[in-house]
């Protein structure tokens, strides 16, 4: 019996113009209402999901989020850090260093707040911070302090410059960050240690749970890890086909209330609901 559903936002819980629908909301519920704990497991910080949190019924005192790609987990209502996994300075300054020689932009993240490193940030990282629900603001890198808490470096540019950067990515930045590429238009930088899939285990661990009690829903690389760990696996119909051959069950997309479908499928229709 599934008792623990972690589900990706952009692209899976959301359609794509970013709405929530009232099927996905009466389903979360539904589950809700059957003993099972949801927790919505995101790239975004928790301030850029609070609004769906919110109509989800999920800001109690009870109810967790991962956010930041697994980086950072927090208490919903509160807000409160559970687990917080951050760069070092030194490991900001070389990601910075190597953003000077690249076109798309560079971008910070603490627990709240987004950072720009130009000057003037460009038009895409503007739109990202106002989807994102985050204040925009200038960090001269060179006046971090050692006790600076960054939760992850992002870059922001068309799909061809990210492709670029990625290219031109130090061999040892391998070793040293945990790199992902949620959508054509970014390229995350987080602790070596952060994944969805790491923290979506740690918080079974801690209900006690077991692997076949456990479903992901996800969409993309970003949620491989999950889907890796997850007992069942849920992949969205517009999900890519690489994540697709991780499914153990491939639901309609994000504009067909895929997951309200999902959780009907493998859990509402078990209970009688």
Known sequence: ??????????????????RLTQNVCEAIQLAKNNGVT??????RPLVGITPYLEKLGLLDST??????????????????????????VDQVKRIYQFSNNQKAQLTFFDESEMYHTALTPSQLVVDDAKLLHTHLTYLDVDKLTPDTLVTKGMF?????????????????FKDDFYMVRSVPYNFEFLNKQASKGKALQSLAESLQLQVDEVMAIGDAENDRSMLEYAGHAVVMENGTEEMKALA????????EDGVAY????????????
Do not use: W, Y
């Open 1 to 18: 019996m599934i008792k623990l559903v972690a589900i990706d936002i952009d692209g899976t819980l959301l359609t794509s113009d970013h």
């Open 38 to 43: 949801i927790v919505l497991c995101t790239g």
């Open 63 to 88: 109810t967790i989020a991962i956010t930041q790609n697994g980086a950072l987990v927090q208490e919903t209502q509160s807000k409160k850090v559970l687990n917080h996994l951050t760069l070092t």
């Open 156 to 172: 922001l540019g068309d799909p061809t410059e990210m492709d670029t950067l990625i290219q031109e990515l130090p061999a040892s």
């Open 248 to 255: 153990t069950f491939i639901t309609k997309s994000n504009d």
């Open 262 to 273: 999902a959780i009907h499928e493998l859990i509402l229709k078990k209970t009688g609901d």
